[in-house]
């Protein structure tokens, strides 16, 4: 409509030119050619305004329309696939962000964890995959081959530059060389226009509806929800009496000055952050990234965590920056543990019923051996490029030859 409208009042410009000039020239014993042709100068230069105003307003709403956040912080938004169902637009269902870090290594993680997301939800989910340049291309191929190639996502990229001078590589951690295990620090960059996000690992199922852990109450001027460790359902049934395992002592070096200074209780329960749920807005009012990005770098000079880590190299600058200063979520969104050894330390029963099972230890369920492999295979997809495969089934292929 906007463009017929343009062209008829264009139409009607050039005969009104037309007609003036045609006016003029019969009268030109009247009026001087010069006065004629000051004239048709005007009309020539309100025309051409014309036409460049409306060239502007289609420019400001392709701009309006595309969907990019680019440039932000070394953060580079790749695509964002497809429109949201006619019935989520019409009932302004509100988009539940959930934010993915998946590196080439552990992308099978990644599309069974998305595949039991979209798979229990009839929610407007919408997916933040965040990874590494490399890894896009397959991730992309993988997404449009499968029965996942209806679902809402964003492949975004993490530049590595964000994590100089905040990163000490240590052989004994090899978390520290693996950029996306930070990605969790900048959620407020990776969902700009979100109010509430959901960050969850790799190696996770989920067997409940998404919508439930969204809605996790945060309790005023908190800025996330995790798990504890003392007091979830995992560590009850798994590990009785683990010691620094669950407390701060076991992430926090408090022979250091800076750490006592804190006065954090060593015996504090720590929580893990493979599962939380942040309210954004409160995250950016009070700079949780550029908080987390501090500790960083004293850990860097100081050397402030623990020799012996107790889990994941993020938990640290978590531990200090929410310490007393974060909610719970239901302990059945995280049931971890399942990679702590081979072995089934769960019932059967106990399994069915969680709503996220999570991997988190050094038995994957793509690897060469884990607990409950059979829950985790029934949301992998194959990659259909052939790049990623379970690690067991070429022990299972090579021991039968």
């Given at each position: 409509?906007?463009?017929?409208?343009?062209?008829?009042?264009?139409?009607?410009?050039?005969?009104?030119?037309?007609?003036?000039?045609?006016?003029?020239?019969?009268?030109?014993?009247?009026?001087?050619?010069?006065?004629?042709?000051?004239?048709?100068?005007?009309?020539?230069?309100?025309?051409?305004?014309?036409?460049?105003?409306?060239?502007?307003?289609?420019?400001?709403?392709?701009?309006?329309?595309?969907?990019?956040?680019?440039?932000?912080?070394?953060?580079?938004?790749?695509?964002?696939?497809?429109?949201?169902?006619?019935?989520?637009?019409?009932?302004?269902?509100?988009?539940?962000?959930?934010?993915?870090?998946?590196?080439?290594?552990?992308?099978?993680?990644?599309?069974?964890?998305?595949?039991?997301?979209?798979?229990?939800?009839?929610?407007?989910?919408?997916?933040?995959?965040?990874?590494?340049?490399?890894?896009?291309?397959?991730?992309?191929?993988?997404?449009?081959?499968?029965?996942?190639?209806?679902?809402?996502?964003?492949?975004?990229?993490?530049?590595?530059?964000?994590?100089?001078?905040?990163?000490?590589?240590?052989?004994?951690?090899?978390?520290?060389?693996?950029?996306?295990?930070?990605?969790?620090?900048?959620?407020?960059?990776?969902?700009?226009?979100?109010?509430?996000?959901?960050?969850?690992?790799?190696?996770?199922?989920?067997?409940?509806?998404?919508?439930?852990?969204?809605?996790?109450?945060?309790?005023?001027?908190?800025?996330?929800?995790?798990?504890?460790?003392?007091?979830?359902?995992?560590?009850?049934?798994?590990?009785?009496?683990?010691?620094?395992?669950?407390?701060?002592?076991?992430?926090?070096?408090?022979?250091?000055e800076r750490i006592r200074k804190l006065?954090?209780?060593?015996?504090?329960?720590?929580?893990?952050?493979?599962?939380?749920?942040?309210?954004?807005?409160?995250?950016?009012?009070?700079?949780?990234?550029?908080?987390?990005?501090?500790?960083?770098?004293?850990?860097?000079?100081?050397?402030?965590?623990?020799?012996?880590?107790?889990?994941?190299?993020?938990?640290?600058?978590?531990?200090i920056v929410f310490y007393q200063q974060?909610?719970?979520?239901?302990?059945?969104w995280n049931v971890r543990h399942l990679?702590?050894?081979?072995?089934?330390?769960?019932?059967?029963?106990?399994?069915?019923?969680?709503?996220?099972?999570?991997?988190?230890?050094?038995?994957?369920?793509?690897?060469?051996?884990?607990?409950?492999?059979?829950?985790?295979?029934?949301?992998?997809?194959?990659?259909?490029?052939?790049?990623?495969?379970?690690?067991?089934?070429?022990?299972?292929?090579?021991?039968?030859?």
């Amino acid at each position: 409509m906007a463009t017929l409208m343009y062209l008829l009042t264009l139409g009607a410009c050039f005969c009104f030119v037309g007609l003036i000039t045609n006016t003029y020239i019969r009268q030109k014993r009247k009026m001087s050619f010069r006065k004629v042709n000051i004239i048709i100068l005007v009309l020539a230069v309100a025309l051409f305004l014309l036409v460049l105003h409306h060239n502007f307003l289609g420019l400001s709403s392709l701009l309006r329309n595309e969907v990019s956040d680019s440039g932000i912080a070394g953060l580079q938004p790749v695509d964002f696939i497809p429109n949201a169902p006619q019935h989520v637009v019409d009932g302004r269902e509100e988009e539940i962000p959930v934010v993915i870090a998946a590196s080439e290594d552990r992308l099978g993680g990644a599309i069974a964890a998305i595949n039991s997301i979209q798979h229990n939800t009839h929610s407007n989910v919408i997916f933040y995959i965040v990874t590494l340049n490399g890894t896009a291309d397959h991730l992309r191929s993988w997404l449009s081959s499968s029965n996942l190639k209806s679902i809402r996502y964003k492949i975004v990229n993490f530049d590595t530059k964000l994590l100089e001078g905040k990163v000490k590589e240590d052989p004994d951690q090899g978390e520290s060389i693996k950029p996306l295990t930070f990605a969790r620090f900048y959620l407020p960059i990776l969902v700009p226009r979100a109010k509430k996000a959901i960050y969850m690992d790799d190696d996770v199922i989920v067997q409940g509806d998404i919508l439930a852990l969204y809605n996790t109450p945060l309790k005023p001027g908190h800025a996330a929800a995790f798990s504890e460790d003392c007091d979830s359902t995992s560590a009850k049934v798994v590990i009785r009496g683990a010691g620094n395992q669950y407390n701060y002592i076991g992430y926090l070096d408090y022979k250091k000055e800076r750490i006592r200074k804190l006065s954090m209780k060593a015996s504090t329960c720590s929580f893990n952050p493979g599962v939380f749920v942040a309210n954004l807005t409160e995250w950016r009012r009070q700079n949780i990234t550029n908080q987390l990005e501090k500790w960083m770098k004293l850990n860097v000079e100081e050397g402030l965590y623990s020799r012996t880590l107790a889990g994941s190299i993020t938990t640290p600058p978590l531990l200090i920056v929410f310490y007393q200063q974060h909610s719970t979520i239901d302990p059945m969104w995280n049931v971890r543990h399942l990679g702590s050894s081979a072995g089934k330390r769960y019932s059967p029963q106990f399994v069915k019923a969680a709503k996220l099972l999570h991997w988190n230890g050094h038995f994957k369920p793509w690897g060469r051996t884990a607990s409950y492999t059979d829950v985790w295979e029934k949301w992998y997809i194959p990659d259909p490029t052939g790049k990623f495969s379970l690690i067991r089934r070429h022990v299972e292929i090579s021991n039968t030859k």
